[in-house]
């Protein structure tokens, strides 16, 4: 079986769902822990390798990845979230292996590489269980790490911008977009932003 794939051989088709992260060889105990749980969920798993580690990796470990290792930087074999400008610059490069993927109308579910899947996303994001029946309707769902958005009090009166106005960047853990015209747009412009 083929484990290491280009956009022209992607282990999907259009309308189907990817469960998607992506891994430098800096972060090979956290990918093969990811890769593990999503196995045992039965879901299907395509990893943007970001480096030639992780394409020797998908191998050895028999997991579907979109060879993106042309892009591979120098820092790839560290761990980047400790460098304002590497972690920007793979944010960058990680839209650039999601888009293509979404305009191939492939459905992503894409979270990070130290996400813990204990059970199947697809439920919510399908909109089958109550109170999420709306989110069969997204284009994108994603969450961050600004978890009170109670906070995001307008700006006056000498109060602190709430965590939707800080001009950091946010740890986007997990974002599910819908391979539709407006999630397509909604990560190029992403991506145009990061850079």
Known sequence: MQYVHTLSSLPAKPGDL?????ATGGVREML???V?????????ILVSAMDKDVVAMAVEKRFHCL???????AADTSYVRGSFDGFRALGVRKLDALLPVLRAG??????DVDCVWSSSPLPMFHGQLKGFEDFAAADVLLATDCMSPDLDAPEGNGAAPGCYRETVDKNTGIIA??????GIATMAEWKVRLQ
């Open 36 to 44: 593990l749980h999503v196995q045992r969920l039965g879901l299907p």
């Open 67 to 73: 060879d993106w290792s042309h892009t591979a930087a």
């Open 18 to 22: 990817m469960m998607m992260t992506y």
């Open 32 to 34: 093969h822990n990811w």
């Open 106 to 111: 492939i459905n992503v579910v894409l979270s």
């Open 177 to 182: 977009v819908r391979a539709t015209p407006n």
